[in-house]
């Protein structure tokens, strides 16, 4: 029988397309890892002492909008998503060009809370929106491009990390997977939790904020040796990094310094969950994950809230040390579309 | 009873979302411009003495891809349509990013075939394929964002036309509709088309080119006043231009001056159809509209294959002057989506 898409997966359809792709150097603009950056957070134009830093999401109803959502939620959401991948390059925001899809009866003041949305978005993380069209559609379909600007001689990529560094993420992990949870199972019996957990975790699910300023102030310090972000998942993202360093560096990751807050057990619990899985594999934190080489870590914490979770080694594997002190050896798992 | 989007259409929710957007200037990148350029084909970002252009377009099974157009032609027109609107600017091409919503049961050939179709085309308007994401979507919907550049002194827009200027076409009209009217409707009997005539039209529709070289040349002479793509239809695209001069313009168009070519009466003919409104109000011909003032005109025709088609005056009119001589006033009709 013929192979079908989803017999292989997100993650080597991309390789497919890259194996596909040549390395035109058409013109000056386009840097020398531009190609290769198909697979990082961003692709990168040259512009003097600058790069230029494009990418883009799409989000479709179907797979990324519970019906919890709200359409002002929705088109805040499509900015977020854009400017974490901006955030993980540690690059300042220009503006972003949205594409929507839209089912032809959808209400006039639905639209109207999706454009505030995405304008109150494009505010706080002071970008504009510079462009888009409407189609007609089945289902809400929103592709947005995020412009963004940085340094050459800041950039944050996904290659360049060496055995030794340590691994470190910039906030809590597993509450969007507490918020996703706790929706998408109301009848799971939560009512011990306190409103304030609940209005808690449902806000990381459901108005995610994207690690901007932090990427920026990351990049300026020149400290890091990569950086991504987390929105696929921990370990996801972890097998990535391997990946694009071509597997000459692994992890080792410590479950004890997972900084998992006490939210996450308690949801984990009330609902049947297991926390690490939450805060390891279901993804949609908009952490940044980063790796810094050693000398420079205890000075970076000083300007910015960061949580050591573990050692970089040249293995090629994720190891995970668990409480017991026991090693695990982990296969990278974390949401893929098409499979 | 709310009203819907559709009660209001594309055009009018573009406007509603313009009327939403400040204009915030956060950084020196984005051009005074850029908000405005929602309306044009494309945003602006400053780039010293350059504007890097950056447009977006998507496509969706349901609404632009006829079952006659195979993988590879859905690849190549994901890129076209992106394309031709670097080229209503006159900009080089650097990369297009493409992102994907695909079915979970799409075969890999296909899937294959579509990349390849996206490739060929990047060769083919010397760009990179510089990003994307893949994602599952119950119908085939691809966004594309294309990146180009041009010297701020060339750039073209749609505002800038004056009464008395030259409007003219860079290509014949109406052969895009001839295709897609032989297409859709089979049970047409077209056995007296030749079929090099059937292969042209089909061509024309399945694989259409967008004008960049054109659109780079026309720049460089520095000759037009305005430019715009006309895929949405040549009426429809006269309509935008009176729009975003602020109906301080207005155009005459001779009937008998539009490039029709004979193919397009015959297939008109044998189907029932109006040779006229294929060619004005049916869109998806990838030519360019452009004004150009008077004393320009010759000098300008000496290098590119240009069709004079009437002339701007101060109306805030459309008016057509038919074969017999009688003037009409024209409603600007063309394709539009959510309508």
């Known amino acids: 029988m013929p192979s079908k898409i989803s017999d292989i997966g997100e993650k080597l359809l991309i390789k497919r397309l890259l194996s596909k792709s040549k390395n035109p150097r058409y013109n000056s603009f386009l840097d020398y ?87 109150d978005n494009c505010n706080k993380y002071e970008m504009a929106l510079i462009g888009g069209d409407t189609n007609e559609s089945s289902q809400l379909t929103l592709t947005g491009t995020c412009l963004g600007i940085v340094k050459k001689k800041n950039v944050m990529m996904k290659t360049g990390i060496h055995p030794g560094d340590i691994v470190a993420v910039t906030g809590p992990l597993g509450l969007a997977a507490a918020g996703f949870i706790t929706l998408l199972n109301p ?63 692994g992890f080792i990751i410590s479950q004890e310094d997972l900084p ?24 949609e934190d908009f952490e940044l994950l980063i790796t810094i080489p050693t000398h420079l870590f205890n000075n970076l914490k000083t300007q910015i809230s960061i949580y050591k979770i573990g050692l970089v080694d040249s293995s090629g594997e994720i190891k995970i040390i668990d409480k017991k002190g026991n090693t695990n050896i982990i296969t990278p798992q974390g949401y893929e579309h098409l499979k």
Chains 1, 2 share one sequence.
């Open 33 to 119: 890892n531009s190609i290769k950056s198909l697979s990082d957070d961003a692709a990168l134009i040259n512009i003097g002492d600058h790069y230029l830093v494009a990418c883009s999401d799409m989000l479709l109803q179907s797979t990324h909008f519970p019906k919890e959502m709200d359409f002002y939620q929705i088109g805040k959401k499509i900015v977020t998503v854009n400017v974490s991948d901006l955030a993980a390059m540690g690059a300042e925001a220009i503006g972003i060009i949205i594409s929507m899809g839209l089912p032809k009866n959808m209400l006039l003041t639905d639209f109207d809370d999706l454009i505030d949305g995405i304008l």
């Open 187 to 249: 009848c799971h019996d939560i009512s011990h939790l306190k409103e304030n957990v609940i209005n808690l975790v449902k806000k990381h699910a459901l108005e995610p904020e994207a690690k901007l300023k932090e990427g920026i102030i990351l990049a300026k310090t020149n400290s890091t040796s990569s950086a991504t972000d987390i929105t696929d998942g921990l370990f996801s993202e972890l097998g990535e990094l391997i990946d694009a360093n071509n597997n000459k560096i």
């Open 260 to 283: 998992i807050p006490k939210e996450v057990f308690d949801i984990a619990k009330l609902t049947g969950n297991n926390a690490m899985d939450m805060a390891t594999t279901y993804g």
